[in-house]
């Protein structure tokens, strides 16, 4: 294992430093660096570490040390990825990125989710899971730290912007919600659907959500929530982009590699029948749901309204390795029909609206001024 660990590392070093003399010197002078450490560790470590230890934790500092998405996957790990795990696993309904500074950071909470309903906001710090810090864990490893069986109770220390004190929240694991999509008439002709977060049925449901608003006549105006959307599954969010665009390019990946390279174009009908369209985002809309804003602004097919998004914008690949485990890594970053680069910016909307209660009616700012964005329209 260890012969095996250092030859891959060296054709790792090797396969990147093609080129000069120098670069080639410089890439021996690193592999003996790199060997010499391990030496040293493998003979004067107080413990005596295993090969397949000392292999893994170099595994997941090469992928952890590229970008926080990009992470090694034991077996384990890889069976939760693929849903193989007990089927009465709960969860918190919380989404969690790693920030500049290396802590894990609340992009969002579902809707009606434990985690919602508790108060925890986007922008918090988890920095402590049933009182034992998060130091040294992965985004992988503190999922499944948040994750386990369904009604089980799980502590979570919080650190809040403006607050100098801990804040901690004792929250029950619960299942996720079926349904994505919700609708209802806000005003005569003036339809809402809020998405909280793109799943594999979520396509079918708007397109059903869309013609059950239409049941008492045509729209003349549709509000798309997509506040605090954490995203999903990339390819359901360009089918309902795609409802609503008759039309036109709708995203586009790039990549190293030339099947990371795609575009995405609408399929004519656009089942709203071109009726004016408002998109609510703000820092909870990640990923999919920037996917679903971007095109429409792109394509002048929705006016944006609220705060700027999330900002994550790459596309990960799960590589299975063979033996039970896999690797997760970045190979792609989206950007949107105008090729604006989603990732660390976001969508800027086109009338800022600061957030405030999510509550449908008068209360809601963002929607207020969304019905009157659309009957202007």
Do not use: C, W
């Not at 926080?68 to 890889?78: A, C, I, M, N, V």
């Not at 849903?83 to 290396?102: E, M, P, V, W, Y």
């Amino acid at each position: 294992m260890y012969k095996i660990l250092l030859s891959a590392v060296f054709i790792l070093v090797s396969i990147q430093s093609i080129g000069s003399e120098t670069e080639r010197q410089k890439a021996a002078k690193e592999s003996q660096l790199f060997s010499q450490v391990l030496e040293k560790v493998k003979a004067s470590y107080v413990d005596v570490p295993s090969d397949s230890q000392l292999q893994e934790a170099s595994i997941e500092s090469l992928l952890g040390n590229l970008d926080p998405h990009s992470t090694y996957l034991d077996k384990d790990e890889y069976q939760q990825f693929q849903g193989k795990t007990s089927g009465n696993a709960g969860g918190l309904g919380i989404d969690i990125s790693i920030n500049n500074q290396h802590a894990i950071q609340v992009v969002t909470t579902l809707d009606a989710s434990p985690a919602r309903l508790a108060g925890i906001q986007s922008g918090d710090r988890i920095i402590d899971i049933n009182y034992q810090t998060l130091d040294g864990m992965d985004i992988d490893q503190v999922t499944a730290q948040l994750r386990g069986k369904q009604g089980s109770k799980i502590i979570i220390g919080i650190a809040r912007a403006g607050q100098s004190e801990r804040i901690e929240f004792t929250l029950k694991r619960e299942l996720a919600p079926q349904s994505s999509v919700r609708n209802q008439i806000l005003e005569q002709g003036i339809g809402y659907i809020r998405i909280a977060v793109f799943q594999a049925e979520t396509s079918e449901e708007f397109k059903s959500a869309i013609k059950q608003l239409q049941a008492d006549g045509p729209l003349q105006g549709l509000v798309l929530d997509l506040r605090n959307n954490p995203g999903g599954l990339m390819p359901i969010s360009v089918k309902v982009a795609d409802t609503l665009i008759d039309q036109g390019l709708l995203l586009y990946t790039e990549g190293r590699l030339p099947e990371a390279n795609k575009q995405y174009y609408a399929t004519y009908g656009d089942l709203t029948h071109g009726a004016p369209i408002v998109v609510l985002i703000n820092g909870g809309s990640a990923s999919a749901s920037e996917i679903v804003a971007g095109a429409l602004q792109d394509q002048e097919r929705a006016t944006i309204i609220g705060t700027q998004s999330f900002g994550k914008g790459s596309v990960q690949s799960v590589i299975p390795l063979g033996d039970g485990r896999a690797i997760k890594l970045t190979t792609a970053h989206y950007l949107t029909p105008n090729g604006r680069f989603i990732h660390g910016q976001g969508i800027e909307p086109d009338i800022v609206v600061e957030s405030s209660s999510q509550k449908m009616g008068g209360n809601d700012k963002q929607i207020t001024q969304a019905i009157l964005t659309l009957k202007q329209s």
